[in-house]
């Protein structure tokens, strides 16, 4: 079993739409990271949080740390959206990154 | 600011070849590291550095040298490319674990090993 799993995997949506993206982990953490990789390759980090909520724009992550769950929503979907996110949980005293496998989102006009 | 200046951006090596791909960054950052990501999988850890002069092994060390004498740079090295080291190559930093642990990723570089 994978110690972070995202879900869904692919994800297809029309604009305008709420969206949902989830990940839970089985190990210990200080933080949950939340990453986006663009169509071209680049990655850049969207949250990082160790309890409670963030709220960045149209892009709110959460983190339940007894459940060991975190969700990423996003608000009025637009095709600019479109790219992978990827959660990554840190754990360990060098903030080493374990990560998901990457939810893909493709939003439609 | 640069950020984190990945080069080349594309690599062709025959079996056995070795190359090195280059990792620098302009942030002052402690912490760097070496991913490597493939089809269906997440990203790797190869290696990683927390400080000049101090490197470590990730999940997917083998095959894969580094070294840190600077805190700007973090090359990495494949000794002897095999086709298994076909990929994509992630190197990022951040000033280190805890709440100051935000990651900045260079462009990526695309490793195919015939």
């Known amino acids: 079993k994978n110690e972070v799993e995202q879900s869904p995997q692919n994800l297809t949506a029309q604009e305008g739409e709420f969206i949902t993206i989830n990940c839970s982990y089985s190990?210990?953490?200080?933080?949950l990271h939340w990453l986006q990789q663009h169509p071209g390759g680049g990655i850049v980090s969207l949250f990082m949080?160790?309890?409670g909520k963030k709220k960045h724009g149209r892009l709110i992550a959460t983190i339940n740390i007894q459940e060991k769950h975190s969700s990423l929503h996003i608000t009025a979907s637009h095709p600019r959206d479109s790219a992978v996110y990827i959660c990554?949980?840190?754990?360990?005293?060098?903030?080493?990154?374990?990560f998901g496998k990457g939810t893909k989102l493709s939003v439609k006009p | 600011n640069a950020g984190v200046t990945q080069t080349p951006k594309f690599q062709v090596l025959k079996t056995g070849q070795s190359m090195t791909l280059q990792c620098a960054q302009d942030?002052?950052?402690?912490?760097m590291s070496w991913y490597r990501q493939d089809p269906g999988m997440g990203l790797r850890l190869i290696h990683y550095?927390?400080?000049?002069?101090?490197?470590d092994q990730g999940e997917v060390p083998n095959g894969y040298n580094v070294s840190r004498s600077t805190t700007e740079d973090f090359p990495l090295r494949l000794l002897s490319a095999a086709p298994s080291q076909t990929s994509v190559y992630f190197c990022?930093?951040?000033?280190?674990?805890?709440?100051?642990?935000?990651?900045?990723f260079g462009a990526g570089t695309r490793l195919s090993v015939l």
């Open positions: 990554a949980a840190e754990g360990g005293s060098q903030g080493n990154l374990i």
């Open positions: 550095s927390v400080g000049a002069g101090i490197t």
């Open positions: 990022a930093s951040s000033y280190g674990a805890g709440a100051k642990n935000i990651q900045y």
């Open positions: 190990v210990g953490i200080s933080a």
């Open positions: 949080l160790s309890s």
């Open positions: 942030m002052n950052h402690e912490y």
